[in-house]
T-cell receptor
């Protein structure tokens, strides 16, 4: 089992560019999440999904979009990148909302 | 406002020594509390999960305690190893539905030889 796989690991974007962060899990988890981690801060929830076709906003959704067409994939889209989106992004999945999460290894994004 | 506060922010100990990390929370109503270990450049890895009725949970040399009355948890590491150098994150969820899961900022532990 690969667990949760995120790509790319690193990316530098120019202001105004767009990109998609990829996330895939092979554990058949219904729940998937996107978090961002800023230096010295706790992880903040961007978006989450409780199953294919169902997504909802988390604490900091502005500037991001998600889709969940299948159980396995949960991509995060950044439109019009801004310096404030410089962060480390983690995708996670879980069996349900109250189980421990399995995290990917993260995508370090820098917007310049 | 729901909050999770961890102390200390950072800690340096010698290999083989024990240490205890603290987590205080105001999340209510409480559902569960989790401790994660995050190595540099990696995603967090689950260590323990405790619900309201559990007051201690062990995972090898890691032992977590929970006092739901005082809303405090601790993570005790026994006989520390160099590989224990990491950030330890306390995470608390409420049970109102949705995903009100609050992450603490973490304690950065350095274990020196």
């Amino acid at each position: 089992n690969a667990g949760v796989t995120q790509t790319p690991k690193f990316r530098i974007l120019k202001i105004g560019q767009s990109m998609t962060l990829q996330c895939a899990q092979d554990m058949n988890h219904n729940y998937m999440y996107w978090y961002r981690q800023d230096p010295g801060m706790g992880l903040k929830l961007i978006y989450y999904s409780v199953g294919a076709g169902i997504t909802d906003k988390g604490e900091v959704p502005n500037g991001y979009n998600v889709s969940r067409s299948t159980t396995e994939y949960f991509p995060l889209r950044l439109e019009l990148a801004a310096p404030s989106q410089t962060s480390v992004y983690f995708c996670a999945s879980s069996l349900s909302g109250h189980y421990g999460y399995t995290f990917g290894s993260g995508t370090r994004l820098t917007v310049v | 406002k729901n909050q999770v506060e961890q102390s200390p922010q950072s800690l340096i100990i010698l290999e083989g020594k024990n240490c205890t990390l603290q987590c205080n929370y105001t999340v209510s109503p409480f559902s569960n509390l989790r401790w994660y270990k995050q190595d540099t450049g990696r995603g967090p890895v689950s260590l323990t999960i405790m619900t309201f009725s559990e007051n201690t949970k062990s995972n090898g040399r890691y032992t977590a305690t929970l006092d739901a009355d005082t809303k405090q948890s601790s993570l005790h590491i026994t006989a520390s190893q160099l590989s224990d150098s990491a950030s330890y994150i306390c995470v608390v969820s409420d049970n109102t539905g949705g995903f009100k899961t609050i992450f603490g900022a973490g304690t950065r532990l350095f274990v020196k030889a």
